[in-house]
């Protein structure tokens, strides 16, 4: 893959005072890849910040989550070639700087799916207890399934392959999210491996995630592994 086509999907929910940020730091690469971000229904002037700044955008007529935002992104990379498609949050926590380390695995390795990892890495803002704690803990559950140490399974710092796109993309049937994605991936056969990143306090704004979502996440995580073990695996084609 000497000249492979690079796209960073950007999902974003109310960042109208990050999004240009996020965009100029990923332009300002020495070999800079495309970006779409993907409006998942903001109420503020998310969409228009991203057109001002000449990149496509992905309008979705409501909220639907990260997980929706994300899928209609790697949609996008599906339907025009694209060969590595990177995730990054646009509330300006991940460093585009750490790109080329991301998609380093895929290139020289062929691995399918690369996982920027937190505590492999820096986070330059102290995480609350009860989000540090489930993290690691969802990181052992994780690593016991899939046969690796993977030491930060919700990091949305990540990069796909062209298989994982394709997977990504047309599959349907399954919540392709966090910890249980990676679970998913590990049945079909794909390949993972992590990397070392590092994490900027949040911009501007507040996140999605409050204390509510934070409790809930340890149920959700463990019905859909529950879901998806008893399924039969989506195999890579």
């Known amino acids: 893959m000497h000249h492979p086509r690079v796209l960073v999907v950007i999902p974003a929910f109310n960042e109208e005072g990050n999004i240009p940020h996020v965009l100029e730091e990923i332009r300002s690469l020495s070999n800079p890849p495309d970006a779409v971000v993907v409006d998942d229904g903001s109420t503020d002037g998310t969409a228009d910040a991203a ?3 000449g990149v496509p955008v992905i309008s979705l007529p409501v909220n639907g989550g990260m997980f929706c935002a994300v899928q209609a992104g790697f949609r996008y990379a599906y339907r025009h070639g694209y060969d590595i498609a990177i995730q990054v949050d646009a509330d300006g926590q991940h460093d585009p700087s750490g790109i080329p380390a991301l998609i ?3 290139l020289e390795r062929g691995v399918d799916v690369v996982i920027g990892s937190r505590y492999l890495g820096k986070v330059e803002y102290k995480m609350p207890m009860a989000r540090s704690v489930g993290t690691k803990v969802f990181g052992r559950l994780t690593s016991a399934f ?3 140490s993977i030491t930060d399974t919700t990091c949305g710092f990540r990069a796909y392959g062209r298989a994982a796109i394709r997977l990504f993309a047309t ?10 994605g990676l679970v998913v991936l590990h049945r079909g056969g794909f390949t993972l491996c992590e990397v070392p990143v590092t994490v900027h306090p949040r911009r501007s704004g507040r996140s999605s995630i409050n204390a509510f979502l934070t409790i809930i996440y340890p149920l959700h995580y463990l019905l859909a592994l529950a879901v998806e073990l008893l399924r039969k695996p989506v195999r890579k084609g």
Do not use: K, L, Y
């Open 146 to 148: 899939v046969g690796q």
């Open 171 to 180: 599959e349907t049937s399954f919540e392709f999210r966090d910890a249980v």
């Open 51 to 53: 057109r001002r700044a």
């Open 104 to 106: 380093a695995p895929i």
